[in-house]
Each structure stands twice: as structure tokens, then as C-alpha cells.
């Protein structure tokens, strides 16, 4: 049964980046079914795409974002991670990491509870 | 960039009654790479049909879809009061991924 978990600060200082990790557990990161990814949800908003990342560490990053992102992953703890350089408050949301599958035609299949992330001084 | 839009925003139904919910993309969807999310306040959003018309594991057979190109269909055939929900739409394409903007199903 793989598992999800985000990991991270709640709150976040305008102009700092925000790091968030999600733990895979129940499975390994390294299968070429998957890509690893990071969805938010602004409050009252629908879901973002932010980025995913394959098992060879391609990278795959919004457009509206691409600048600011960077998606990297250390197979050996089962974990990817989540960079968003220079923030504002509009980056105030709750961030998911979820499973892309090859298997389910690029759906994401498991997804982690998320975690809230203010962005505030 | 694929736009997705759904419609109803809203749906206002009572439990039992036949949910439609529609989803239309701004250019034609690749190889029916097309799925629908339910999501709930304080939960994680849960697949329920992938490839357009494929429902995920566990998901119960009151959910369907349907469409390709640029028009897909999710139809909750009676809906049950674990339904009421947001539902979004998601499409992959050009190694990018964009969601729909939800439509929400309430309670009448």
C-alpha cells in the first residue's frame, strides 16, 4: 500500500522559498510508471498543477511557474521534493504531492493530505 | 497550454437523482489522457475515472465517463450523500498537466 507524506513549514516569510517533502513509503520512487509530482490548491480555488518529476529526474514544470520551481528527488530516502523560489502571498495554499501513473494514463493515483503553507511576515 | 472548463459551476441535486457534469478542453485531448477527481473539504482528492471512461480501483460502478476530443461527461448515475463533492476534470498532455476549475455537487 503506497503511502504519501508531505513534510514542511506551515508558514513561510514574502521573498523566501518554500522546501517541502513528501515521503513515499509502501513502494519505491525509482519505477518508470511514475511520475512524482506537486499539486496545490489556493483557499477557494481550485487545483494548480506545480511540477513532476520522472524516475531518470526529468523534470516537467508549469509554465506560470517554471522560474520559480525546482523538483528534485533522493531515491534513497523515497523522497521528492519541492523549491518555490521568491514568494508572495499569493502562494499561500494548501500543497499536495500525488503519484502520476502511466498506468491510469498520467491521473494522479495516490495523492498525501497535504499540508497548509501561509505565506506571511 | 490545454484550457479545461467545466459546467455546471454548481449542481444542486437530491440524493438519488442523476448527476451530469461536463467538462469541454481547448484543443483536442491526447489519447483520451482525460481523468475526474472528487475532493472533499480536509481530504486528499480521489480518482475516480482515468482515461475517460475507466474507473479507477474501488471506485463504485454509479460513476462513469465518457467523451473524447475536446468534450468528456461524468455522470453519477443516483447519487448517494457520500457524493456531494467538487468534482474537477484533469487532462495530460506535452509533458504538462492542467486541471478544470471544478464543479461543485450540493445538497438540494
Known amino acids: 500500500q503506497v503511502q504519501l507524506q508531505e513534510s514542511g513549514p506551515g508558514l513561510v516569510q514574502p521573498s523566501q522559498t518554500l522546501s517541502l517533502t513528501c515521503t513515499v513509503s509502501g513502494g519505491s520512487i525509482s519505477s518508470r510508471n511514475y511520475y512524482w509530482s506537486w499539486i496545490r490548491q489556493h483557499p477557494g480555488k481550485g487545483l494548480g498543477w506545480i511540477g513532476s518529476?520522472?524516475?531518470?529526474?526529468?523534470?516537467y514544470y508549469n509554465p506560470s511557474l517554471k522560474s520559480r520551481v525546482n523538483i528534485s528527488q533522493d531515491t534513497s530516502k523515497s523522497q521528492f521534493s519541492l523549491k518555490l523560489s521568491s514568494v508572495t502571498a499569493a502562494d499561500t495554499a494548501v500543497y499536495y504531492c500525488?503519484?502520476?501513473?502511466?498506468?491510469?494514463?498520467?491521473?494522479?493515483?495516490?495523492w498525501g493530505q497535504g499540508t497548509k503553507v501561509t505565506v506571511s511576515s | 497550454e490545454i484550457v479545461l472548463t467545466q459546467s455546471p459551476g454548481t449542481l444542486s441535486l437530491s440524493p438519488g437523482e442523476r448527476a451530469t457534469l461536463s467538462c469541454r478542453a481547448s484543443?483536442?485531448?491526447?489519447?483520451?489522457?482525460l481523468a475526474w477527481y472528487q475532493h472533499k473539504p480536509g481530504q486528499a482528492p480521489r480518482l475516480l475515472i482515468y482515461g475517460a471512461s475507466s474507473r479507477a480501483t474501488g471506485i463504485p460502478d454509479r460513476f462513469s465517463g465518457s467523451g473524447s476530443g475536446t468534450d468528456f461527461t461524468l455522470i453519477i448515475s443516483r447519487l448517494e450523500p457520500e457524493d456531494f463533492a467538487v468534482y474537477y476534470c484533469q487532462q495530460y498532455g506535452s509533458s504538462l498537466w492542467t486541471f478544470g476549475q471544478g464543479t461543485k455537487v450540493e445538497i438540494k
Open positions: 500525488a503519484r502520476g501513473s502511466l498506468l491510469e494514463d498520467y491521473a494522479f493515483d495516490i
Open positions: 518529476i520522472y524516475y531518470s529526474g526529468s523534470t
Open positions: 484543443q483536442s485531448v491526447s489519447s483520451s489522457y
